[in-house]
Nanobody
Framework: QVQLVESGGGLVQPGGSLRLSCAAS????????IGWFRQAPGKEREGVSAISSSDSTTYYADSVKGRFTISRDNAKNTVYLQMNSLKPEDTAVYAC???????????????????WGQGTQVTVSS
C-alpha cells in the first residue's frame, strides 16, 4: 500500500525554522519525483519545491527560494523540506506528493502527482 506521511509541522515565530519530513512506504522513493505543496485558507494550492528521482535536481518557487531546501534520503525513504527564515505568509498546510520519475523529463504538473500525503500544519506567528 502506497503511503506518504508528513511530519514536522508546528507553530514557529517569524524568522524561525522547521524541518518537514515526508516518509514514503509501499514504493521505492528513489524512483519518484517528490513535490512539496502548500495551501493557505482561502488560497489555491501552491507548488513549493520538488526533487527529481534521477539526479536530485531541485525546484523552488520564487517565494521560498533561498530560504527552503529540499533533500532526499533514499535509504530512509524520506524527503525533507528545511524551512528557514519563516514568514507569516508561509503559514499553510504543507503536503508532499509523489509521481513516478524514471525517464521523466521536466517538472511534473500538479495533476500528474499520483500519491499525496494528508498534510501537516505550519503556522508562523508571534
Amino acid at each position: 500500500q502506497v503511503q506518504l506521511v508528513e511530519s514536522g509541522g508546528g507553530l514557529v515565530q517569524p524568522g524561525g525554522s522547521l524541518r518537514l519530513s515526508c516518509a514514503a512506504s509501499g514504493f521505492t522513493l528513489g524512483d519518484y519525483v517528490i513535490g512539496w505543496f502548500r495551501q493557505a485558507p482561502g488560497k489555491e494550492r501552491e507548488g513549493v519545491s520538488a526533487i527529481s528521482s534521477s539526479d536530485s535536481t531541485t525546484y523552488y518557487a520564487d517565494s521560498v527560494k533561498g530560504r527552503f531546501t529540499i533533500s532526499r534520503d533514499n535509504a530512509k525513504n524520506t524527503v525533507y523540506l528545511q524551512m528557514n527564515s519563516l514568514k507569516p505568509e508561509d503559514t499553510a498546510v504543507y503536503a508532499c506528493a509523489a509521481t513516478y520519475g524514471v525517464g521523466r523529463v521536466g517538472l511534473p504538473r500538479t495533476y500528474e502527482y499520483d500519491y499525496w500525503g494528508q498534510g501537516t500544519q505550519v503556522t508562523v506567528s508571534s
